[in-house]
């Protein structure tokens, strides 16, 4: 079984300002994560994902994330926060690439000038 | 990039009607299609794993006699929410698995009456 905890269902942060968002995960197999966002009443956006490999993964728009397997966590930062990052921000986990995938609660990001 | 395709984008019914959601591969092939439901400020909970050719296999809790799930062809799945209710409503995503990625369609935002 799988399952996904986001700590903080909202964040606040000042523009230019570090961006922490925050993952653990529980799997009973090799884990594949993965970091969504979603703007209002559109679909999901694949930020980033860690399959196998590099622990620090590099995603689009600044955003990247570090797997780090006895914390079990798989947190989301970007060094400084712009406007448009605000959103709604999902972690995931699922047992491949291409399986279905199990949603963390969700963190909604503001971003205050 | 592999494209999903999910109409309509929106759409409002009367209690009682059904109501058809498409969901289109459009540049590749998806054996697997799965079909997620989002309640507002919720997480996405994953409804059904949607496969060509065979029944679709749904999640613990959900009706399938509500939410009929056909998969004809390895571009297309829809959900057709039976005899909708008020407590229907929500936005529903489809994603769709190729090359051991997970592709998300816009989603469809249902409203009954």
């Known amino acids: 079984a799988q399952s996904v905890t986001q700590l903080g269902s909202h964040v606040s942060v000042s523009e230019g300002a570090l961006v922490l968002l925050r993952c653990n995960y529980s799997s009973s197999v090799p884990p594949y994560l993965f970091w969504y966002v979603q703007y209002p009443n559109q679909g999901l956006q694949l930020l980033l994902k860690y399959t196998t490999g590099a622990t620090l993964v590099k995603g689009i728009n600044g955003f990247e994330a570090e797997f780090k397997k006895s914390e079990t966590s798989f947190h989301l930062t970007k060094p400084s926060a712009h406007m448009s990052d605000a959103a709604e921000y999902f972690c995931?986990?699922?047992?491949?690439?291409?399986?279905?995938?199990?949603f963390g609660q969700g963190t909604r990001l503001t971003i205050n000038p | 990039g592999a494209v999903v395709s999910q109409h309509p984008s929106r759409v409002i019914c009367k209690s009682g009607t059904s109501v058809k959601i498409e969901c289109r591969s459009l540049?590749?092939?998806?054996?697997?299609m799965f079909w997620y439901r989002q309640f507002p400020k919720k997480s996405l909970m994953l409804m059904a794993t949607?496969?060509?050719?065979?029944?679709?296999?749904?999640e613990q809790g959900v009706e399938k006699d509500k939410f009929l799930i056909n998969h004809a062809s390895l571009t297309l799945s829809t959900l057709t929410v039976t005899s909708a209710h008020p407590e229907d409503s929500s936005f529903y995503i489809c994603?769709?698995?190729?090359?051991?990625?997970?592709?998300f369609g816009s989603g469809t935002q249902l409203s009954v009456l």
């Open positions: 949607s496969n060509e050719g065979s029944k679709a296999t749904y």
């Open positions: 540049d590749f092939q998806a054996t697997t």
């Open positions: 995931a986990v699922s047992a491949s690439g291409a399986q279905k995938l199990v």
């Open positions: 994603s769709a698995s190729y090359d051991e990625k997970l592709f």
